[in-house]
């Protein structure tokens, strides 16, 4: 155990929509604490403090807390944002507001739109610069300082500047930027071209507004957390995960909020990636189905898969590297309805959370999928989470037969079964299409399934996509906050080139790469975090000549020949498409660089110690009826926990525990790895 | 209820919907062409074994090609019937004629027979609009052809591909009459890869559920789409509704296009009736069938967005003929202007008429034009010729459900504009502007959205311009009492002075020199009911944000602001007469 006097513990910390989770592990003597407590909505810390007082952990016991927030993508969705300004190029106030001329959906001619930042805290400075970076129109020094004093009498809190072209020449940009700081009561001051040096102007604009309109939201927040923890004894550091997988200091992670964009799923693919790799099955598909969506990405070789074409929403890119997670409106309060034509149908229209599924007795009377797993006996009725007033089994199966049922001549577990069957169906091709969209065939993967309803999905998933392996981790349902306590430090560069490769100058991708290494050893060394050695990784994002699209490809090095990169497009464009084109040229587009400061590396192993009983039969707590392709079976429970790590069994089977249940279908042959990982082949 | 259970019925609906995402999804992401790729002006789809009926279509597909790719795979098909012609595994059949189902010569459809144990058993079929295919202008948008040669290369349906190979004397044809040739290489192998991705993927949907067992499920989707269709359509009461919409004018005479449209709801179905539209016209704006058909669809599609695409969605529409007019165009009519937009002048037509059936499901017009603009030059300074293409968007109308949104995608598309940076890279262009149609919202109790305006200055070399866009004579309707949207303007500064088109929004051959500069102003949506029930807390936000001058809010929407920007209550009320 350790002293007071010895910090030996590491926390990771997560704050997901409903459940603020924290596992902790102490170095020392590899003991492992885990607690689940409710977010709290209104300030995240109180949950953070909560978790750590669950948990029974003693702020001096910790050596490093690692915290996951919502905090930025929150305040996005629901628009809670800072007051901002921009300043922009004259002529060009409006590319905020105009975007790429598109509309919500491709069919339907209404919707909704509202610029980041409004027309009237939108103003021009006189400057031009053309796309070879070259000055058309000096900067007009007096139009800035005009415009910086008007958006500060018009109370903005944060300031955006965003001029055309500044990827490849941000001169203008970063005087503007010199002149606003002089002038701007806070440091909210966001250039463009310091987030993000790609070109595209309305992506390139969206992305810096969005940094802006979080940064004060964010560090307020990260503030109260780092003093509250400050004032009960924890001296040492915090840090805080980012969408591109990696941490950043508390210090400095206001400076580019919008990195924590999407930090909850990058951390549960983080920890995927680690947990797959330490199960030595490094190519995963990762499967995240929580309440109202699922969350699906794509590990390779034990590396995320990272793209910097996010869109949170309609007309609100985000182009900072992120892990590359695709969202699927599928949870388990997916609605299943009958269509005007008699059609059965499952979501996209979700109970959400109020009223929830039914058997929440929230007041939930449409069917869901979650209603559809108790039905077919999958969930236990008695362990159901987040119930308000438990709800019977029979006016569950009651409404499924009134809602859904009768009009197809189906009683209440035929439709279920037939719920669960489409929805399995519609998520499995969504699985497909996003594998695909990457360039990755599924089958080539195993599944990784975690959150809350992951793994009760995921070995019918498998059988529906051909994919022949489970990976189930110990505890899907606090992955996120794993993710938190096994990510690295990680700072991500692009810089756009576009150049054909014949006309490419070699030196210049040497001097870009250095450059990009250089920014990120620095942002290290500022941080000042204990490492324990450094990764650095080279991408070329590259397209043919007149396509639109762009093809990322990892580098060997900063010292790569025009064919290197030639032979490098050509085999992974084969690889995607299996077209060879050699009568047109490649472009470079971007070259980006991700500079890695490497934490001492979790021992996974201790997840898997603790109550693991000798024999399997100790393991089982009992057996229910549940429902398998064309009636019940009786099918053993076991209890996760209890496990031996050397047990062996054949599907059907239920494994339960605290937050998951795993659902092991028939035939379905299971064992566990040293990790405590369920290994299943389906 | 046909012998299949709903969840095999539902689990093969989404299947083959999975095979025509995936075939979009090769096509897309292999295209070389913008349009192709980013522009999505493309669509995938699977068609019926007889008579090329729409099976399944792709999500990702463009709006206008939902009714038309049926069209051209029927013609495929009576080709094939009428010459006696063996079709094999691995032919791929070339189309672009627009006289045989198909819209402008530049959407090029490939169409392949699908063959399971041995039988044809479906077709596959693509779209992708060529970024150009010769003709007078490049990039085929002719605002002048009197006749279909003018236009562009037309391609009767020949196998391009046969048994897998591809015919490299019908390509160098092809290559030897179109413009910039050398990436079409690149585009026509991922057309053509598309197609072999969703064979690939439909026989594993035949494998598992049994060929005799899908092709039943496709007979059953098809009557429940119909029924779907139906359902929506009681939602209308009986009667009949007249609307219509203008074209400016066919851009070789300046005369207005008047498109007539008479819905009526006739028992569970809705016939459409053109009859009295304007007759055929000299100039590249007549309509094919196959494309004013499609427009109807997808106006329906737009007002019920829910109900699924296969043949039987469009049973219920019956579209009569309208023979004599310029929206069932035959050879050697010019149609270059009816997939982008005559289309959306028929779309805005069937909104008008049902905007007096359904208003509370309707909303008022949106700019509806794919402001085509296309400059072509030589660029003297990197050596080379270069076409370069500028859509825009324009405002939506209001609905019951609030203000339109600004800058939307034309009614037929879902493309987006390629981004200033991008374009100043390629070609030797600055823009100059690129802001908000400043009072184009058309006035209502919920406003239109807002048009653009751009300015384009040429930096070297000669070039000509030429443009196909509308709504220059009068903006897109209001409804219920919302005002018009504004018009679209073009202007061109021709060393200092300045030249309109005589056709407000089409002309060709524009010529410019360097320093000159291409003014554009697109058309703003409609407003939706009555303006002066506008909340004059919104006119004055409106007015905060540079929409509407004071002026305009005491004009349009009679409400009076007080000198620091507020709204001045008593004034408005006398205005509004309260």
């Not at chain 2, 030897?176 to 690149?186: E, L, Y």
């Not at chain 2, 209001?478 to 200092?496: C, H, I, K, P, W």
């Amino acid at each position: 155990m350790s002293t007071d006097n010895a910090a030996t513990w590491i926390a990771g910390i997560d704050v997901g929509g409903t459940f603020t989770d924290l596992i902790a592990i102490d170095g020392a003597s590899g003991a492992v604490r885990l607690a689940k407590v409710p977010t709290t909505v209104h300030n995240q810390a109180f949950g953070v403090l909560a978790a750590i007082e669950s948990a029974g952990l003693d702020l001096a016991q910790l050596a490093l807390i690692v915290h996951g927030t919502t905090t930025t993508t929150n305040a996005l969705l629901e628009r809670k944002l800072a007051k901002t300004g921009l300043i922009t190029t004259r002529g060009f106030r409006d590319v905020l507001e105009l975007g790429r001329r598109t509309r919500p959906k491709p069919y339907g001619l209404t919707g909704h739109f509202e610029p980041l930042v409004p027309r009237e805290l939108r103003l021009e400075a006189t400057e031009r610069v053309d796309a070879d970076g070259e000055v058309v129109t000096p900067l007009n020094e007096a139009d800035v300082k005009a415009a910086v004093l008007k958006l500060r009498e018009a109370g903005c809190e944060a300031l955006v500047i965003h001029f055309l072209h500044s990827y490849i020449n941000p001169a203008h940009e970063a005087r503007a930027w010199e002149i606003a700081r002089e002038l701007w009561p806070n440091a909210y001051v966001t250039a463009g071209h310091r987030l993000l040096s790609e070109y595209r102007e309305y992506e390139r604009g969206v992305t810096a507004a969005v940094n802006a309109s979080v940064q004060p939201v964010l560090d307020r927040y990260i503030r109260r957390l780092s003093d509250e923890l400050k004032a009960r004894g924890f001296d040492k550091d915090l840090l805080v995960m980012q969408g591109n997988g990696g941490t950043v200091s508390a210090d400095i992670v206001a400076e580019s909020a919008v990195n924590t964009v999407m930090s909850g799923p990058a951390s549960g693919i983080i920890a995927a990636a680690t947990s797959s790799v330490a199960a030595g099955i490094p190519n995963v598909v990762t499967y995240d189905m929580g309440g109202t969506s699922t969350d699906v990405g794509l590990i390779k070789d034990g590396v995320p898969q990272v793209s910097a074409e996010l869109e949170l929403e309609y007309a609100l890119p985000i182009h900072v590297p992120m892990v590359d997670v695709h969202t699927i409106g599928a949870g388990g309060g997916s609605i299943a309805y009958l269509s005007e034509s008699g059609m059965l149908q499952v979501g996209p229209r979700s109970a959400g959370a109020t009223p929830g599924p039914i058997c929440y007795g929230r007041g939930g009377s449409e069917p869901t999928i979650t209603d559809a797993n108790l039905v077919l006996g999958r969930l236990n009725p008695d362990k159901l989470l987040g119930v308000d007033n438990p709800v019977s089994l029979a006016h569950v199966r009651q409404l499924f037969e009134d809602r859904v049922g009768r009009a197809l001549g189906l009683d209440a577990t035929a439709t279920a079964a037939a719920i669960v069957r489409i929805a399995n169906d519609k998520m499995a091709g969504a699985i497909r299409m996003v594998s695909l969209a990457k360039g990755h065939d599924p089958r080539d993967f195993a599944l990784f399934p975690f959150g809350g309803a992951g793994p009760l999905h995921a070995a019918a998933l498998a059988r529906e996509l051909g994919i022949p392996k489970l990976l189930i981790p110990m505890r899907p349902g606090i992955t996120n906050a794993l993710g938190c306590a096994a990510a690295d430090l990680r700072h991500d560069y692009v810089n756009t080139v576009n150049k054909a490769l014949p006309t490419l100058d070699e030196a210049l991708v040497e001097r870009t790469l250095e450059a990009q290494i250089a920014k990120g050893r620095a942002l290290l060394a500022r941080e000042g975090v204990a490492l324990e050695g450094e990764t650095v990784l080279h991408f070329a994002d590259m397209q043919f000549q007149g396509q639109s699209h762009i093809l990322t490809v990892p580098l060997p090095g900063t010292r790569v020949s025009r064919a290197e990169l030639q032979k490098r497009f050509d085999a992974a464009y084969w690889e995607r498409f299996g077209v060879e084109l050699p009568e047109i040229r490649a472009v470079l587009v971007n070259l980006h660089t991700a500079v890695i400061g490497r934490r001492k590396r979790l021992d996974l192993a201790v997840l898997g110690r603790g109550e693991r009983r000798q024999r399997l039969a100790e393991a089982q707590t009992g057996t229910r009826q549940v429902w398998f392709d064309g009636g019940f079976v009786d099918t053993p429970i076991y209890r996760r926990e209890t496990l031996p790590l050397d047990a062996k069994f054949t599907g059907p089977a239920i494994v339960e525990q605290l937050d998951c249940t795993t659902v092991i279908e028939p035939g379905n042959r299971v064992s566990l790895d040293a990790l405590g990982n369920l290994i299943v082949e389906v | 209820m046909s012998g299949i259970d709903p969840i095999t019925l539902a689990v093969i609906q989404n299947g083959l919907q999975q095979v025509c995402n995936e075939m979009d999804l090769a096509f897309c992401r292999a295209a070389f062409s913008p349009v192709i790729s980013e522009a999505m002006d493309r669509s995938d789809g699977i068609y019926d074994a007889e008579d090329g009926a729409l099976i399944a279509q792709g999500e990702l597909g463009l709006p206008v090609f939902v009714g038309t790719m049926q069209f051209s795979t029927g013609a495929v098909i009576e080709r094939v019937r009428a010459n006696g012609w063996k079709v094999e595994p691995g032919d791929v059949f070339i189309v672009n004629d627009p006289y045989m189902g198909g819209t402008h010569l530049m959407d090029v459809k490939f169409v392949k027979p699908f063959f399971h144990q041995g039988e044809l058993y479906a077709w596959l079929a693509n779209t992708g609009h060529w970024p150009d295919t010769g003709g007078m202008v490049p990039g085929g948008f002719s605002a002048k052809a009197t006749e279909s040669e003018q236009e562009g290369l037309r391609l009767p349906p020949v196998k391009l591909y046969k048994k897998g190979e591809l015919d490299q004397e019908i390509l160098s044809i092809i290559l030897s009459n179109i413009r910039i040739a050398d990436q079409r290489i690149g585009d026509i192998k991922a057309q053509a890869a598309a197609l072999s991705i969703g064979e690939k993927r439909l026989e594993d949907l035949l494998q598992r559920y049994g060929g005799g067992t899908v092709k039943a499920a496709i007979k059953e989707l098809r009557v429940r789409a119909a029924q779907q269709m139906r359902a929506r359509i009681a939602s209308i009461p009986d009667g009949s509704y007249q609307g219509e919409a203008v074209v400016d004018s066919d851009g070789v005479v300046d005369e207005p296009l008047l498109i007539r449209m008479r819905v009526t709801k006739v028992g569970a179905d809705l016939e459409f009736d053109m009859s009295g539209s304007s007759p055929p016209c000299r100039g590249p704006m007549n309509s094919v069938l196959a494309t004013t058909k499609s427009s109807i669809y997808l106006a329906m599609k737009h007002i019920f967005p829910e109900v699924p695409i296969n043949a039987g969605t469009f049973e219920p529409l019956k579209v009569i003929e309208p023979e004599g007019t310029f929206l069932y165009a035959h050879y050697p009519r010019p149609v270059s202007g009816c997939a982008a937009e005559v289309s959306q002048r028929i779309a805005e037509a069937v909104f008008s008429a049902l905007t007096h059936a359904i208003p509370e499901q309707l909303f008022a017009a949106p700019a509806g034009s794919s402001g085509n603009l296309a400059v072509g030059g030589s660029d003297p300074l990197r050596k080379r010729n270069y076409v370069m293409y500028v859509i825009s968007g324009g405002g939506y109308g209001g609905s019951p459900h609030g203000d339109g949104i600004s800058n939307g995608c034309s009614t037929i598309g879902i493309s987006k504009t390629p981004p200033i940076e991008v374009m100043e890279q390629f070609f030797p262009i600055l823009f100059e502007e690129y802001s908000l149609h400043e009072g184009s919202g058309g006035a209502g109790e919920h406003r239109g959205g807002f048009g653009v305006n751009y300015a384009i200055r040429l930096l070297r070399g000669a070039a000509r311009a030429s443009m196909v866009m509308d709504h220059g004579r009068v903006g897109p309707q209001g409804a219920l009492g919302g005002a018009d949207g504004g018009v679209n303007t073009v202007a061109v500064d021709q060393s200092g002075k300045e030249y309109r088109p005589l056709h407000l929004s089409k002309d060709q051959d524009i010529q410019l020199a360097p320093g000159d500069v291409i003014r554009v102003s697109t058309p703003g949506g409609g407003g939706y009911g009555d303006p002066f029930r506008r909340d004059p807390a919104k006119v004055a936000r409106d007015v905060m944000r540079g929409y509407y001058t004071r002026e305009q809010a005491e004009q349009r929407f009679r409400v009076r602001l007080a000198g620091d920007g507020t709204v001045d209550a008593p004034g408005t009320a006398s205005l509004r007469g309260a």
